[in-house]
């Protein structure tokens, strides 16, 4: 009992960090002058989560971040594209964790299908109107390229903290 | 398994990276071809003073740009999205600003006070040009 409540305690610090983040980077957004493509330094603390717990804490502190983020800082219409592409970055991260991957093969695989889902989840909600399937390809490139750079930085960033703070003392009693 | 040791740069992350790129690379190239066919390939705008022509573009651009003939005539044109039209003139009638948009090969806007036309050529549907 005194283990779960540490537990929990540490993981609503991460959660706070992570949304935190994320309300940063909205403030001040890093454009690389791709529409949608972000640094996505949330996934940073997501990838704590996940190295420093497990799959079962980080998707827990994946989706209650998009909930929060929807509720504060965006419409909940959004909350479908990003709930989906939170959901189906945090299931591939799992997978690619447990094959012959490091930290930074997970991370950059998380960053572009979390790009990639959201593009897919807007085509679906909203249609195809208005885009060609050339752009859609394009973009499509764009998004995995930028996602997989994203990925390695957040990836360094996230085993530099792993490195420093030490998993007993976060996961431990 | 040593925790550390998942924290360093893999082989099969290098592997990951490579296929990333390669795919991102195919889908890139398709993309641009598939633009090219999309685009009706090489339609271009060109516009005539008096049968003299005073402007190339092709029709993919972004452009505004004032297009200026005899007594302070001047006819502002636009193109954007595929399309061209006379965004504003300051001719009597205003005809050419009246017809709006064209964006199909051998259509074309006349601006007669100006002695001006504009005129879509190029592109696989130009039948005006096989004519010519
Ligand atoms: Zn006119």
């Given at each position: 009992m005194?283990?779960?409540g540490?537990?929990?305690?540490r993981?609503?610090?991460?959660?706070?960090?992570?949304?935190l983040?994320?309300?940063v980077?909205?403030?001040i957004?890093?454009?690389?002058?791709?529409?949608?493509?972000k640094?996505?330094?949330?996934?940073?603390?997501l990838?704590?989560?996940?190295?420093?717990?497990?799959?079962a804490?980080?998707?827990?502190?994946?989706?209650?971040?998009t909930?929060?983020?929807?509720?504060?800082?965006?419409?909940?219409?959004?909350?479908i594209y990003?709930l989906?592409?939170?959901?189906?970055?945090?299931?591939l991260?799992?997978?690619?964790?447990?094959?012959?991957?490091?930290i930074?093969?997970?991370?950059?695989?998380?960053?572009?299908?979390?790009?990639?889902?959201?593009?897919?989840?807007?085509?679906?909600?909203?249609g195809?109107?208005?885009?060609?399937?050339?752009?859609?390809?394009?973009?499509?490139?764009?998004?995995?390229?930028?996602?997989?750079v994203?990925g390695?930085?957040?990836?360094?960033?996230a085993?530099?903290?792993?490195?420093?703070?030490?998993?007993?003392?976060?996961?431990?009693? | 398994?040593?925790?550390?040791?998942?924290l360093?740069?893999?082989?099969?992350?290098?592997?990951?990276?490579?296929?990333?790129?390669?795919?991102?690379?195919?889908?890139?190239?398709?993309?641009?071809?598939?633009?090219?066919?999309?685009?009706?390939?090489?339609?271009?705008?060109?516009?005539?003073?008096?049968?003299?022509?005073?402007?190339?573009a092709?029709i993919?651009e972004e452009?505004?740009?004032?297009?200026?003939?005899?007594?302070?005539?001047?006819?502002?044109?636009?193109?954007?999205?595929?399309k061209v039209?006379?965004?504003?003139?300051n001719?009597?009638?205003?005809?050419?600003?009246?017809?709006g948009w064209?964006?199909?090969?051998?259509?074309?806007?006349?601006?007669?006070?100006?002695?001006?036309?504009?005129?879509?050529?190029?592109?696989?549907?130009?039948?005006?040009?096989?004519?010519?």
């Amino acid at each position: 009992m005194h283990w779960q409540g540490k537990k929990m305690a540490r993981l609503s610090l991460l959660l706070a960090v992570a949304v935190l983040l994320g309300y940063v980077e909205a403030v001040i957004p890093v454009s690389v002058g791709v529409p949608g493509v972000k640094l996505g330094l949330a996934n940073c603390a997501l990838l704590f989560v996940l190295y420093a717990f497990g799959p079962a804490e980080a998707a827990l502190v994946s989706v209650l971040r998009t909930l929060i983020i929807a509720l504060l800082f965006t419409n909940l219409p959004m909350l479908i594209y990003s709930l989906s592409g939170a959901l189906m970055s945090i299931l591939l991260m799992s997978l690619i964790k447990r094959g012959p991957f490091s930290i930074y093969g997970v991370s950059a695989a998380g960053g572009m299908t979390h790009n990639l889902t959201q593009l897919l989840a807007a085509l679906i909600v909203a249609g195809l109107t208005g885009s060609t399937p050339s752009f859609l390809l394009t973009y499509a490139s764009l998004l995995i390229l930028c996602g997989m750079v994203a990925g390695f930085v957040n990836a360094f960033l996230a085993s530099v903290l792993l490195q420093r703070i030490s998993p007993e003392a976060l996961s431990g009693n | 398994m040593n925790p550390t040791e998942e924290l360093k740069f893999k082989r099969a992350d290098g592997m990951l990276a490579a296929a990333l790129l390669l795919a991102a690379a195919v889908l890139f190239t398709l993309g641009g071809f598939l633009q090219q066919s999309e685009a009706g390939s090489d339609k271009r705008v060109r516009v005539y003073r008096d049968g003299e022509e005073v402007l190339d573009a092709a029709i993919t651009e972004e452009l505004n740009t004032p297009v200026f003939s005899e007594d302070d005539g001047e006819n502002i044109i636009s193109i954007r999205d595929g399309k061209v039209c006379v965004e504003s003139a300051n001719c009597p009638g205003q005809d050419c600003v009246k017809m709006g948009w064209i964006s199909q090969p051998g259509e074309e806007i006349i601006c007669l006070p100006h002695k001006l036309v504009i005129r879509i050529e190029g592109g696989e549907g130009d039948v005006d040009a096989l004519a010519r």
